[in-house]
């Protein structure tokens, strides 16, 4: 593909022609052609949003409107301006252990410390990693198969760029690595595919964020997150994820946990027209545990259907799910959250817990909890509340000088501090300045 290239349709010769512009290896081009087939075979999802409105067959699959570079100050104007607007390089200096950032289809910038290099570390593109590492054929895409889902398979298909990290076996990232999408070109796909691998005894966190400029025509975000935990090693996986209105966030999320090993996702979710997101953690191992802290703020016209899964495959596993929502306008918020424990999987525990507060009389949610288990030595536990803003607790603050917008940020901050004091502290300040904008343009 040339620079600035842009590539609409889905057929087979463009799959092919993307993979050797791409320089990848036999087994990728021929992994791309699976991907294409089985995405031509399934069906889209029979739950959930309407996906009446996105049209794949005008969407564009490829697009690359910036080259790659190594310093900041050559990114286009726009570009770096945005950059500069969201934190970025300044976050890179001083609270990041390396940072990537992606603009439509490719990657444009990457560093990683130096200390971190010389402990082994591989943060690179995934691209890069296929051309230079054979062995990521053995994890690729084996978390998440093709045939899982309709939109896997058409990740699988056209994915481009990314982050792929390895830490070595006892190695601890004592800092987060961090990576940034951006979404620039109007009615274009991002497919970004991200895959960790940590060895025994290993820690890292890893911080995503995205944005995107709003157009008038419809996007589609479809990345793919592998995470394979192995034994005792800990993986921490952060997102916020802040899309504009037109953007389908149609992703897939999963994680292996082998023996003793610690699989945590936190996320914040406040953008996008409709996300459909269900990050998974198959504990695999003995005493393997996995934690999953989510925040959504749905708003006027959106559908933000999430939830997680805790799949309990050994013995000894512990999964918690705690989902906090808080809606406002017509939007409607739907937490779906699955346990299921296998006969082999004696001692199980698992606890399932959402909470939601409606802003507005016309917000919506469906809490729609799923747990199944296939012998007695289990505990499960599952709470669920829906309710509305106090208006005792918002006389009360008013009455002590608070204008409305400021009682009802005052209130839902509180509500979701127990996600929030989970998030890096420089997401923590913007997800409470958009929360705040957000709510004083919407009370009354």
């Known amino acids: 593909m040339s620079e600035k290239a842009v590539a609409k349709g889905l057929t087979r010769e463009f799959v092919q022609h993307l993979s050797g512009e791409k320089g990848e290896p036999r087994w990728m081009r021929e992994h791309r052609l699976r991907c294409l087939a089985a995405f031509r075979k399934l069906p889209m999802p029979r ?4 996906l009446a409105e996105l049209n794949l067959a005008e969407l564009e699959y490829y697009a690359r409107p910036v080259a790659p570079v190594e310093r900041w100050e050559d990114l286009p104007e726009e570009i770096r301006r945005t950059f500069q607007a969201l934190g970025l390089p300044e976050a890179e200096q001083r609270a990041l252990a390396g940072l990537g950032a992606q603009v439509d289809s490719e990657v444009v910038y990457r560093s990683i410390l130096e200390e971190v290099r010389a402990q082994g570390v591989v943060f690179t593109s995934m691209d890069k990693a296929v051309r230079e590492h054979p062995w990521v054929q053995d994890y690729f895409m084996k978390a998440i198969p093709p045939e899982d889902n309709k939109f ?9 760029g990314g982050t792929f990290i390895w830490v070595p076996r006892g190695v601890e990232v004592a800092i987060p690595l961090q990576a940034y999408y951006r979404m620039q070109t109007e009615a274009a796909g991002q497919f970004e595919h991200t895959l960790i691998v940590a060895e025994p005894g290993s820690s ?11 157009y008038s025509r419809m996007a589609l ?3 793919m997150v592998e995470i394979f935990a192995k034994e005792g090693s800990r993986v921490r996986f952060t997102t916020i994820q802040n899309w504009s209105k037109n953007v389908y966030n149609l992703n897939n999320k999963r994680a292996l946990a082998f023996a003793g090993a610690a699989v945590d996702w936190v996320s914040g979710s406040l953008g996008s027209k409709v996300t459909m997101l269900y990050p998974t953690t198959v504990l ?10 989510s925040f959504a703020f749905a708003q006027e016209g959106q559908w933000l259907d999430g939830g997680a899964r805790a799949l309990h495959r050994a013995p000894g596993t512990t999964s918690r799910l705690v989902s906090r929502s808080v809606v406002q306008g017509n939007a409607k918020a739907v937490f779906r959250g699955t346990v299921y424990v296998a006969p082999d999987a004696r001692g199980a525990k698992a606890h ?8 507005t009389p016309d917000a919506r949610t469906e809490t729609i909890p799923t747990l199944n288990a296939e012998n007695d030595d289990v505990e499960l536990g599952h709470e669920a509340t829906v309710g509305r803003v106090s208006q005792e607790a918002l006389f009360y603050l008013m009455s002590r000088g608070l204008s409305e917008a400021e009682a009802m940020t005052l209130i839902v901050n509180g509500f979701v501090s127990p996600i929030l004091k989970e998030i890096p502290v420089e997401y923590t300040v913007e997800l409470r300045r958009i929360l705040e904008m957000s709510l004083a343009g919407g009370t009354g």
């Open 47 to 50: 739950f959930g949003p309407r």
């Open 221 to 223: 975000h479809s990345g």
């Open 284 to 293: 695999l191992g003995e005493g393997a545990r996995t934690e999953n802290l």
């Open 152 to 160: 896997a398979a058409l990740h699988g298909a056209v994915w481009s």
């Open 204 to 214: 890292v966190h890893y911080v995503e964020g995205c944005s995107a400029p709003r």
């Open 352 to 359: 399932v817990e959402c909470s939601t507060l409606l802003l």
